[in-house]
């Protein structure tokens, strides 16, 4: 079993134009993968092919111009980096991407690639907190992001298999399914939006089990490939004239007159604005922020490919889907017709030791939702980490002067993409305001970067999944 994204594999290998997954063999002779092996790193990065798309992808070298001052530096190259970076360089700026590992290392070669309506918090939830206005333009903003992506995606030509294929949301429990229907009158009377819903007698149009008990069906949401994705914003910020330098780790930031000196392992930058956009990531170089994200694992683990026809009869109209479950499963079907299947199984961050107990639990639960699944090859498990913020809700804005933009919960392909380039609007001087932009960040209290509540909170997520 391979312990890295499934996703990486199935990016172009740049010399044949292939992916990796379509040839094993290639596989087999470049290792572990391109970016977890530190030499095929270096010589990825150091080769200056003379192909634009190719060393828009692996990034530069070094920083250039290590003499001039730059418009904004952005800390981390993820769809937030990668986009506000593609905006602010077409908008004129001088734009450098400093990325500690590689492009798009983070959850956004990892995720389950489900483009999501709504946002973390449920809609009742939303409009309980905010009240029926401000929780329709929370919402509105989380559709306008999908927008944002399938524009940006038809723009660029990105080539990430997007698909406006819908997601399924699986009732757990037969009360789960009722609460559906609340949720399905809110949706239509509060935002204005249509989800339908399917009883466990006919469930099976939608999902190939009879463990859950009903479904809602948003027509929607979409999927894609995240780590094409994120290569594919990388190509185009660098052809609007953004620098991205991965293995650039930021050790430090500091005030400089008038601007920002920002200390990498490659180097010092200076640049008139910084934006921080290393979400889950979040490490003591932002110490501001990293006392207001709390970073959480998310897992998931990828079958053998299972051949069209058993992967049509789980997932018959190839939705992206999730359950209603706090520690809730999530999966969906690849093009190459593997299950990828998802959760929450341990509640810390991601590590090897926390993805090796979370396939295990991501296998049997795979196994308790498709009993016939239980011969089937696992093939790759892997982890990444999702931020959190006090309320659960994103935001965007400034923080000790500096630009952040994060805490999209789990729920981000589309979001992160488009608070990314709303910060970046700002950044550039546009006078725009935009519901979750919020320079008064509040920290957690007794919160220094290290989650030591996380158990706790865990447990009670399971009792509540025991109870409710
Ligand atoms: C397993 C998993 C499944 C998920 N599934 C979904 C899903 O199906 N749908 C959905 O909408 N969302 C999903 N998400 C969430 C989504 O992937 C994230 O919200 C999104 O990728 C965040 O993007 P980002 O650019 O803000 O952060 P990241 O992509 O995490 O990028 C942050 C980057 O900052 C870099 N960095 C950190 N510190 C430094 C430093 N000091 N110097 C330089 N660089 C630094 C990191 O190396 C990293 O590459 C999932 C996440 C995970 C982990």
């Not at 897992?299 to 490919?305: G, L, N, V, W």
Request: glycine share 10%.
């Amino acid at each position: 079993m391979r312990e890295y994204s499934y996703w990486l594999d199935t990016l172009p290998n740049r010399e044949s134009g292939e992916s990796r997954i379509a040839s094993p063999k290639s596989r087999a002779t470049t290792g572990e993968s391109r970016i977890s092996n530190p030499e095929s790193r270096a010589t990825a990065s150091e080769s200056r092919i003379p192909n634009p798309e190719s060393r828009a992808t692996t990034g530069e070298s070094r920083i250039p111009n290590p003499e001039s001052r730059w418009d904004v530096a952005i800390v981390g190259a993820g769809y937030t980096g990668l986009s506000a970076a593609r905006h602010l360089a077409r908008a004129g700026a001088t734009v450098v991407v400093l990325e500690r590992e590689e492009i798009g290392w983070g959850a956004s070669s990892r995720n389950g690639g489900q483009v999501l309506t709504g946002l973390r918090l449920e809609p009742a939830a939303l409009v309980a907190r905010f009240g029926e206005a401000r929780a329709r333009q929370l919402f509105d903003a989380a559709l306008e992001s999908i927008a944002r992506l399938e524009t940006l995606v038809a723009e660029e030509a990105i080539d990430c298999e997007y698909t406006r294929t819908g997601h399924i949301q699986a009732a757990w429990k037969p009360a789960h399914f009722d609460a559906f229907r609340d949720q399905q009158a809110l949706l239509a009377r509060v935002f204005n939006h249509r989800v339908h819903l399917v009883s466990r007698a006919d469930q099976r149009s939608e999902i190939g089990t009879g463990t859950y008990h009903g479904v809602l069906v948003d027509e929607r949401s979409g999927g894609l490939n995240p780590a094409r994705y994120v290569h594919g914003l990388a190509a185009a910020a660098a052809r609007s004239g953004a620098a991205i330098v991965p293995g650039a780790a930021v050790t430090r930031v500091e005030r400089d007159a008038g601007g920002w000196r920002v200390t990498t392992v490659k180097g010092v930058v200076d640049a008139r604005d910084v934006l921080l956009a290393t979400n889950g990531y979040t490490n003591g170089a932002a110490p501001a922020l990293q006392r207001r994200f709390v970073p959480i694992g998310s897992y998931i683990i990828a079958t053998e490919p299972l051949g069209a026809d058993r992967a049509n009869a789980l997932l018959p109209r190839r939705r992206m889907a999730f359950d209603s479950k706090h520690f809730l499963y999530y999966f969906r079907v690849t093009r190459d017709h593997r299950l990828l299947f998802g959760g929450r199984a341990e509640f810390a961050r991601a590590d090897a030791d926390t993805t090796r107990r979370a396939a295990a639990i991501l296998r049997d639960g795979m196994i308790a939702v498709f009993p016939e699944l239980a011969g089937a090859g696992v093939e790759y498990a892997w982890g990444g980490n999702v931020a959190f913020t006090r309320d659960q809700m994103p935001r965007a804005g400034k923080l000790d002067d500096m630009y952040y933009a994060g805490g999209y919960g789990g729920h981000g392909v589309a979001m992160a993409t488009y608070l990314g380039e709303q910060i970046a609007r700002r950044i550039a001087g546009e006078p725009i305001d935009h519901p979750l932009f919020d320079d008064r960040f509040r920290a957690l209290p007794m919160y220094r970067g290290t989650p030591w509540f996380l158990p706790l909170v865990g447990a009670y997520y399971q009792v509540k999944d025991w109870l409710q």
